[in-house]
């Protein structure tokens, strides 16, 4: 296993925290709802305490403005989710609507994907991870921040259950054939047909304005679906 990250060195990250215009109610909800649903990336959680209960937990790292997983999460009340975004706006977006619907099967966190993964959550917690449209970085020079990496699919392995889902989507042909190419390597993840994932509502994706605004450019959309080996990091 690859040595921690010396203080002194940055660890490349996936993402950059773009500004984004804020809104008054977004703001406020940072503030006022975030302590009902926002979790610490601090530490291990405890996930049963955080949820008020036991069940089949949803991971979604990047869920934008939050819309689907909010409409995920009522038409799915047997299912917990737990969305991570380091984008306020989406964050303030999400939790609005968390405390419109009265919604109690979700909880989110705003850190860094690799950091929180590794250290906030259980080993064997997560009944699936969603992963949907993360930053492509395009560029060649850039590729090495792209979030699917070896070490992260480890990371991901140790917090999932055997056979546990991992479900990936992407416009971009070239992250495609990385993301193949990164997870066939892996002894922890093995491919499945769309067709095995039958009417689990732990597979489900529905449209996201990134979709469609892949689709409007003329981007193919690839989903990628993986179970969870046996295989332990």
Known sequence: MESPTPPHQRRIRSFVRR??????????ALQDIWPIYGLSADELLDLDHCFGRNAPRVLEIGFGNGEVLAQLAADHPQLDYLGLEV?????GHLLILLAEQQLSNVRLAKADAVEFVANCIPARSLAAVNIFFPDPWPKKRHHKRRLIQANFLMSLARCLTTNGALHLATDWPNYAEHMLETLNESPFFEAIAATATG??????RRGTKFERRGLALGHPVVDLYYRRTKITP
């Open 199 to 204: 009417d689990d509502p732990i597979w489900e």
């Open 87 to 91: 984008h306020e706006p989406g964050v």
């Open 19 to 28: 500004p984004g215009r804020i809104t008054e109610s977004q703001q406020r």
